[in-house]
């Protein structure tokens, strides 16, 4: 009996050094768990030190020569660069090695194509990986001719993977059209995203955006605290599509907590652009928690790296609370800082440890956002107390002659209201 077990395709990742000091064997590493998440294995990683990228190959006729013996040796697939290759440096890297060469960008595009699970995250990850294909259908090697017809469930290995077309080789034409029809139907969903938003602004529930690095432990959080039911796996982009959950914290209050996808080094522009309308659920939110992986020695890159992305994203002036998560794999004491911060708190969100210091120090930050309200409601203002209770938070009421005497914070449109009122 003969058994048929796909085989796992060996690659070898190529990085440039430009400067002393840079992040490269860091970035390189991460490459590798990238090629792990897609499926595939890393058999070497090559380096080269030059003063800028080889703009027609990458890397220099020494590297080449050198890749093309560690295939050889190895009986690799083809090799993964850490940066975005032009069209050119894609199609000279083929012609040179005869191999299947591939860059960061497919690897991410191909793990989004297989972590996408809604119809609105398919959408997404089909059309990043569309205009990314674009510039890249003439003379390019199997790994762009051959474009999946299914999510995780198509077999060429990545860069091959992904929703909507079956055909093996698609004319720009075909690709423009796809492209338009695409953008159509994600207006439509920014349009649907923006009415809920609208609701969410006349119902004055708080919104908090989970941000974070990739794998530090959103999804854990937010299943933690609200029992929202999310896939957690120790991967790289284990989940993709947003997630939003009520939470009610001790002082009576609900607010709404929202996952969003996780940043990484380099993150592919056609990515941002595609889930810019799920990125910006932190744009719109009324507090950002930030999540960061305290074990990870690369910790305070990554937290640049968030809040870099969160730039380019148009999120700012919103209260931050940096979440220092993991603590339960922290081996030696370390220094958690985040200057940029309103608030720091190191729990571990597995364990439990720490969630009641971040839950009060929301109800801190959102009580900042109120306005201190003492007043008398006559007997008849019951309807007030009622709005006050749903929307601020009551710290005390006592029944006066006058009617119930109330101490509370209230957001500042409610209290505007109160006050013309009294």
Partial sequence: MIENKEEKERVILVGVRVSEGDDTEVSLAELAELVKTAGADTVAVVVQNREAVHPGTYVGKGKIDELAELLLLHKADGIVCDDELSPAQMKN???????????????????????????????????????????????????????????????GGIGTRGPGEKKLEMDRR??????????????QVKKNREVARSMRERNRTPVLAIVGYTNAGKSTLLNTLTDAGVLEEDKLFATLD??????????GEQVLMTDTVGFIRKLPHHL??????????????????????????D?????????????????????????????????????CRD?????????????????SELLEAVTELLRE??????????????NKLALIRKYGELLSEEYVADGVAVKAYVPKDLYGQLKKTE
């Fill in 299 to 335: 910790a305070d890159a990554r937290m640049h790296i968030v809040y870099d992305t969160l730039t380019r994203l148009g999120v700012k002036d919103k209260p931050v609370i940096t979440v220092f998560n993991k603590q339960d794999l922290v081996t030696e004491p370390e220094i």
């Fill in 174 to 187: 075909l690709i423009k059209a796809r492209i338009t029809q695409l953008n159509r139907e994600l207006e």
């Fill in 242 to 251: 947003t997630t939003t959950r009520v939470l009610k914290l001790e002082s």
């Fill in 339 to 355: 200057f940029r911060a309103d608030r720091s708190v190191r729990i571990s969100a597995k364990q439990g440890m720490g969630l």
């Fill in 369 to 382: 956002q109120k306005i201190y309200l003492e007043c008398v409601l006559g007997y008849s203002e019951g």
């Fill in 93 to 155: 890297l083929e012609d040179a090695l005869e191999c299947k060469v591939m860059d960061r960008t497919m690897v991410i595009l191909d793990i989004f194509a297989q972590h996408a699970r809604t119809g609105e995250g398919k959408l997404q990850v089909e059309l990043a990986q569309l205009k990314y294909r674009a510039t890249r259908l003439i003379g390019s090697y199997s790994a762009m001719s051959r474009i999946g017809g299914g999510a995780a469930g198509a077999s």
């Fill in 272 to 297: 941002i652009d595609a889930f810019r309308s799920t990125l910006e659920e932190a744009k719109y939110a009324d507090m950002i928690l930030h999540v960061v992986d305290s074990s990870s020695p």
